[in-house]
Each structure stands twice: as structure tokens, then as C-alpha cells.
């Protein structure tokens, strides 16, 4: 690990791959994007109820290798990711962090737990016995279609669980293969040159979300004498020394990791903010995400893009008449379980209010 890189070692994106890579950042952060998310999602869970239906009806709850507990683990990663795209739509960019408010991660660990069994079952160490696993295909189909459209935007976006991790947005050939395929609909922006400049140095506090530009500048301590000096900030022309990546309002600013002949180098960095991700907070999205396009599922497994028409999680509250008969289970604890009569009222829960989240309709 270096602390200094030799700029003129440095492999840096062009011009135009920087308009490129700005695009695919806003793209990929975007609430269209990960709205589309949990469309698939969604479908991915409404297969698994249909499974274990099936399963009940032809007695085999007990064989089948879908049962119900794994469908209230997959109804919890839907709730989480429903509960990211509706704070993420109210301008929180938090629900794309490694902590508490990290909604999408959170959202993700069931799938990848799904991902690796549907590995194993490909390889041959796991077996699944689709006799009695109503469904099987197309659960798997629905799962890989959502796990290409997470990947396709989680990568350069969703904080890593470690905070030494380098920034993810690397200037190489898996960068450059993603960028490629990308399809824009209209000219693309010219990256911002924001006038009033903010940084932040590596294992500093980023002080808001948004996409930041690494470069090659030396920040001065600040202290009572340069309280008083104009101009104390450093000032253009900057030279950019890595590739822009989108970073985390309240984190540490990472490494960044440059690409050098043959090889790779994690260094130290300083960080200038280049475009803020104020979105949403207005509660309008912006008119660009209406030409927003995203690699096609049916590429991987031949499933078409969601209907819009798609339906959404039913909450209702405690106290409330419930909508639709069915099984609901507590919001946070879908282990507690309750089957209901339309219109009959939604209880208390060890004694307060709570949400009910729609499982099974009757």
C-alpha cells in the first residue's frame, strides 16, 4: 500500500469516459433504478408463495425444499427493500450505507443466501428434489434476474462492511466493458466543475453523498493565522489522479485504487465533491431518469422487464380493519403471525401499535 502515486504512471479515464462514468453514477444511485430493483424483487417473492400453495395442496409442506420459513426470510429482505426505495424516494441517501439505515444491504443477504445454495445446486453439492419443490425453475429464473439487475447497481453504490475497503470505481477493463454497454438516450452532461470546490482526505469524514473525484493536492492544516488568509483552499486548475466514485455523507473517505501498467496501487487521496446528491427531498424526480436504460434481464434468463401494473407490499396498523383476508405478520418479527377475516381489526402486539405486513391472502 502506497500513500503517493506517480501521476504520470496513473491510467485515467479520457474525457469522455469521465461523462460516461458521471452518467453511470447517477444512473445507478437513481430511485428509477432501484425502484426497478424491487419490482423484481417483488416477483421473486410472489413465486415462492405460489410455491408453497402449491406444496400445501399436494401435501408436501414437509418435503419440499421451499417451505414457509424461508418465505418469511424473503418477505423480510422485501420489507427492507421497500422501506430503501420509500426513504431513498424522500431524499435519504443513508438506505445505501453499511449500518443501521442500510436498508438495500440488509435487503441483500437473503438473496445472496440464495445465490450461493442455487450454486451449489448447479455444481452438484446441494440437491433439490423438484418432484416435490413445486416451482423450482422458475423460482431460480426470478432469483438470477433479480441478483443481474442488484448487481448491475450495487456495486459502484452500496457501502462495503469494512471501512479500510478503497473506493469500488476503479479505471480498468471491467469498468471500461461496463461503461461500454451503457445506453444513453441523450447527449451526455458535461461533468460539473463546481466553483466553490469542497474536499475531503482519505479516512476523513465525508461530509454529504454524492459523487466525489479524487485529486492530486495537498490540504493545508487549518489553524487561527490561515482563519485570516483568503484563498486558503486550494484552487484550480485540479489535476484529477483517479477515478470519480460515489461516496457516503457520514463515512470516512476511502482509498482510492488506481491502475498502473500491469498492476494496481491503493493510496491515500484527496477527494472533490463534484456533484451533490440532493435528489428526491422535493419529492420530484428529475426528468432524466425518464430515459434511464438498464441492461436487460432477458439476456441471463429470458424473463421480461416487471409490469408496472405489479402489486405493491399491503401494510395496514394496528387498529385498522384489514383489507384483504389473510395471514399478516409483524413488520419486525415475521416470525408472529396472525390469519384474519377481511374488515376484521388488526390487534396490538405484545401491547403497542404496530404494522402489519400481508403474507398469504385467503
Known amino acids: 500500500m502506497k500513500n503517493q502515486t506517480n501521476t504520470s504512471e496513473v491510467l485515467l479515464p479520457s474525457e469522455l469516459e469521465r461523462r460516461q462514468i458521471y452518467f453511470w453514477l447517477k444512473k445507478t444511485s437513481s430511485l428509477t433504478a432501484w425502484r426497478r430493483i424491487f419490482k423484481f424483487y417483488q416477483s421473486w417473492a410472489e413465486i415462492m408463495e405460489q410455491s408453497i400453495r402449491e406444496a400445501d395442496k399436494r401435501g408436501l409442506a414437509e418435503k419440499t425444499s421451499l417451505p414457509e420459513s424461508e418465505y418469511i426470510l424473503i418477505l423480510r429482505g422485501l420489507a427492507h427493500c421497500e422501506e430503501g426505495v420509500i426513504q431513498l424516494g424522500m431524499g435519504d441517501k443513508r438506505v445505501f450505507k453499511f449500518d443501521a439505515n442500510g436498508e438495500f ?44 439487475a442488484w448487481r448491475e447497481c450495487s456495486m459502484p453504490i452500496l457501502e462495503t462492511r469494512y471501512f479500510e475497503d478503497p473506493a469500488p470505481t476503479t479505471y480498468n477493463s471491467w469498468l471500461l466493458d461496463e461503461i461500454a454497454d451503457l445506453s444513453f438516450a441523450n447527449k451526455l452532461e458535461v461533468v460539473p466543475d463546481p466553483a466553490d470546490s469542497i ?3 482519505t ?138 377475516a377481511k374488515d376484521d381489526v388488526l390487534p396490538l402486539y405484545q401491547g403497542r401499535e404496530v404494522r402489519w405486513i400481508l403474507a398469504f391472502k385467503l
Not at 492544516?221 to 489522479?241: A, D, E, G, M
Not at 491515500?268 to 419529492?283: A, E, H, M, P, V
Open 105 to 148: 444491504e440488509m435487503a441483500s443477504r437473503i438473496l445472496k443466501y440464495w445465490a450461493e445454495i442455487y450454486h451449489r445446486v448447479e455444481t452438484g453439492d446441494n440437491v433439490i428434489n423438484e418432484e416435490y419443490t413445486p416451482f423450482w425453475g422458475e423460482f431460480c429464473q426470478r432469483m438470477l434476474i433479480l441478483s443481474a
Open 199 to 201: 474536499f475531503v482526505k
Open 203 to 340: 479516512n476523513h469524514i465525508t461530509p454529504c453523498s454524492g459523487i466525489w473525484e479524487p485529486i492530486d493536492v495537498e490540504l493545508k492544516k487549518t489553524s487561527l493565522l490561515t482563519l485570516f488568509v483568503k484563498n486558503n483552499k486550494p484552487q484550480p486548475p485540479f489535476t484529477i489522479n483517479g477515478t470519480m466514485n460515489y461516496l457516503h455523507g457520514g463515512s470516512k473517505a476511502p482509498q482510492m485504487t488506481v491502475a498502473i501498467e500491469g498492476d494496481s496501487i491503493d493510496s491515500n487521496t484527496t477527494w472533490r465533491l463534484i456533484w451533490r446528491d440532493d435528489r428526491y427531498g422535493d419529492g420530484n424526480i428529475p426528468q432524466e431518469e425518464q430515459n434511464y436504460l438498464f441492461k436487460s434481464p432477458e439476456n441471463i434468463s429470458g424473463q421480461a422487464e416487471p409490469a408496472e401494473s405489479a402489486s405493491e407490499i399491503i401494510w395496514a396498523e394496528s387498529g385498522s380493519k384489514a383489507p384483504i383476508a389473510g395471514q399478516w405478520l409483524v413488520d419486525f418479527d415475521l416470525t408472529a403471525k396472525i390469519t384474519v
